[in-house]
């Protein structure tokens, strides 16, 4: 009797554990285990890099015993007999660069168990560091979303303004339309598909979305170590240039389309929208109720990034390649401030006007200043004229470059050099001939060196012999050399043949040059004077010997010399769109089709956002006009 009696009980026992366990421990292994965690909900732990130990209580029916295969961990004890114990995990310092998970599963006498895992967090050193060094590859990788050979990367998304503003266009096309498979950027030239549903507005967005999600990571992990606080200094001077670039592409100005009546109407109703802000600390629940910022708001936003950059790096060094210096992000101040320069809105904490200009001129002398003490010097006509190396190689007036790898390089075509060399064999420069219009060419001085990279329609090759690397035959022939075709930009260590090494190449991101632009140009602002004397001392001493300007109009005269500086290199567009310009592609070489004349500013410099961001994110309420087919002409 008295043994059926202990019988039962030792039943009701197992019984009623089994019950706790069906109660108090979801998710944590068979409902069945005698096991009972003191903590039932603590069955998950996310911890950091360190060496340290977790603890965890619980009550055993019987005997048990805990397993992990992770070499990292250790257990004490491992086994033990019914009661109360105490279980302490012992997790190694993680030195990798990447996170670890682990599973201990606790083990009762009938094999019935409870698994406890174990996140720990990579290195954080290391990881910032993985997270750095990625930084050229992502720039220059292709959209996950689009894949098309116009799409490259961030140098893609800049070289297409220029496309936009018809500064670059190729000169072999004949019409609208044709050679499609050779011009991958026509619907840029032509402003077409570029609507919220278009590959076009997909992947600019996915672009510079991606590189913010990225450089927000290495701002979060290394935000809170005093050892590690320039590389928040990087990470936050990346992601001013990344907003930055998309204020000015987004920021819905005004235009005209005689096309459609309601653009302009439909343009006033996102005056000063930008495009969200997701900084490194956002809920997935914020980021996708996330209103499109106002221009006050980014510029805001976009400065105290900048501020805290400036603050970080100081004088610091970072032993890596394609990293923003203090001279970096006195340049972005520089383009920040220019930028705001061309509104008269009056914001409270912000500049604007003239106010933004003057200091647009005086963050421009200072990225110079701090530029010449890392030795960055203005590029010379030898270099600018190399046939092996120009634009390829990181040049001693560049700043801050990016620079792709050979194993980083994703194919023939998905890259800038196969677009932009007539010289490289393997891709589309020798059957597009990209190059300038003949009303460029026309206006450049007779001693600008910077003109005898450009075929004009009466160079021979004699003449032209030391500045390409095309045989005689090869220049002779129509499809490897257009008239006014560009050979600014060289294939990677002159490799004309194999894409991997002639695509894996230098870009620049900023060149010291473009200071002395926007110190001309945002000095004229408010005294023309001098501003006129800045480019002409510029042009005189590193351009064209016999330059004098005796126009009336100096700021458009500096915009069509930064022009032809940075022919190629995607930021000349921004100048035009705050500057409300207009475009002329009448009575010059544009192909047919592609010829007209704009009552300022075009509608396609106003980027859509597209449709699929929208749909993730309830709190843009609304798009930009879609600018498709409106060229304003005249």
Same mark, same amino acid.
């Given at each position: ?454 075929? %004009?329609?009466?160079? !021979? ?7 390409? @690397?095309? &045989?005689? =035959?090869? /220049?002779? *022939? ?69 330059? %004098?300007?005796?126009? !009336? ?7 069509? @010399?930064? &022009?032809? =500086?940075? /022919?190629? *290199? ?65």
């Amino acid at each position: 009797m008295r043994l059926h009696l202990l019988l039962l009980l030792a039943v009701a026992f197992l019984c009623n554990a089994c019950e706790k366990g069906t109660d108090d421990k979801p998710g944590t292994g068979s409902q069945e285990s005698t096991i009972v965690l003191e903590k039932p909900e603590e069955t998950h732990f996310d911890i950091d890099d360190l060496s340290q130990t977790v603890a965890v209580m619980f009550t055993a029916a019987s005997h048990w015993h805990a397993e992990c295969e992770a070499e990292w961990v250790s257990l004490s004890p491992e086994f033990g007999e019914e009661g109360k114990h105490l279980l302490t995990i012992l997790v190694e310092a993680n030195e990798s660069d990447y996170n670890r998970t682990a599973n201990i599963t606790l083990y009762d006498i009938d094999h019935k168990s409870i698994t406890l895992s174990i996140k720990q967090q990579a290195n954080t050193k290391n990881r910032i560091m993985r997270l750095l060094s990625s930084m050229s590859s992502l720039m220059n990788s292709v959209s996950p979303i689009v894949y098309d050979h116009s799409d490259f990367g961030y140098h893609s998304v800049r070289l297409n303004t220029d496309f936009m503003a018809m500064l670059t266009f190729p000169c072999t096309m004949p019409e609208r339309g044709g050679n499609t498979a050779y011009s991958r950027f026509q619907f840029a030239n032509y402003g077409y598909g570029l609507g919220a549903e278009s590959p076009f507005a997909k992947y600019v967005w996915v672009t510079y979305t991606t590189l913010i999600d990225h450089v927000n990571k290495i701002i979060d992990g290394s935000k809170h170590s005093d050892e590690m606080a320039q590389y928040e200094g990087v990470g936050r001077a990346f992601r001013a240039l990344f907003y930055l670039d998309m204020a000015c592409l987004y920021d819905a100005l005004p235009a005209k389309d005689p096309k459609n009546s309601s653009y302009e109407g439909a343009l006033a109703s996102v005056e000063g929208l930008t495009v969200p802000i997701v900084t490194e600390d956002m809920s997935k629940e914020q980021r996708e109720n996330n209103p499109r910022a106002t221009r006050e708001e980014m510029f805001e936003f976009i400065l105290c990034d900048l501020d805290l950059a400036e603050e970080l790096l100081g004088d610091k060094k970072i032993d890596m390649q394609a990293m923003p210096n203090l001279a970096a992000v006195y340049a972005l101040k520089a383009r920040t401030y220019l930028w705001l320069g061309g509104f008269d809105e009056s914001y409270a904490n912000i500049p604007t006007s003239t106010e933004a200009y003057r200091l647009a001129a005086e963050y421009a002398r200072k990225a110079i200043t701090e530029a010449t003490k890392m030795s960055v010097a203005i590029t010379t006509s030898s270099e600018w004229l190399n046939p092996f190396y120009a634009f390829s190689t990181k040049m001693p007036s560049w700043i801050w470059a990016t620079k792709l790898e050979p194993s980083d390089v994703p194919s023939n075509l998905h890259a800038f050099t196969a677009h932009m060399c007539p010289e490289a064999l393997y891709g589309y420069g020798p059957l597009t001939g990209v190059g300038v219009s003949s009303t460029m060419y026309e206006r450049m001085g007779e001693h600008d060196f910077r003109k005898l990279t450009i075929a %004009a329609p009466d160079v !021979t090759y004699e003449n032209f012999s030391q500045y390409t @690397q095309m &045989s005689q =035959e090869e /220049w002779e *022939e129509q499809r490897y050399r257009a008239p006014y075709t560009n050979f600014k930009f060289r294939p990677g260590n002159g490799e004309r043949y194999d894409y991997a090494i002639g695509n894996a190449i230098a870009l620049p991101i900023i060149r010291v040059e473009e200071m002395y632009f926007i110190e001309a140009e945002a000095t004229a602002h408010f005294d023309e004077g001098r501003g006129k004397m800045l480019l002409e001392t510029f042009m005189r001493n590193y351009r064209d010997v016999g330059y %004098a300007y005796i126009g !009336t109009d100096i700021i458009e005269e500096t915009i069509f @010399q930064k &022009s032809v =500086e940075f /022919w190629g *290199e995607g930021i000349v567009m921004f100048d035009m769109k705050r500057l409300d310009m207009g475009v002329d592609t009448t009575e010059a070489n544009y192909p047919d089709g592609m010829q007209f004349k704009s009552e300022g500013r075009l509608p396609r410099w106003n980027f859509v956002i597209p449709q699929a961001a929208m749909d993730e994110n309830v709190g843009i309420k609304a798009n930009n006009p879609d600018p498709s087919n409106a060229d304003n002409i005249l």
